[in-house]
């Protein structure tokens, strides 16, 4: 079941990018068009930034 899932996934995937000539560019613009269309009807969420973790080594300034 889920195998045909993703098959069908792929394949719009493999569609869309056919009609935009497998370039990204045309891909972004074609995006761009479907959005203005539809913007009301799309989630607008707010940009989460994710919180530097205490053990990744970055510090805000350098050790003394």
Known sequence: MKHEI??????ARDQIS????????????????????????LARLPIRRAKPHPASGIHEEPPR
């Not at 056919?18 to 009807?41: F, N, V, W």
């Open 18 to 41: 056919a009609e935009c000539g497998h370039d990204l560019k045309k891909l972004a613009a074609m995006l761009r068009r479907e959005e203005a269309k539809y913007g009301a009807r």
């Open 6 to 11: 993703l098959e069908e996934v792929w394949r």
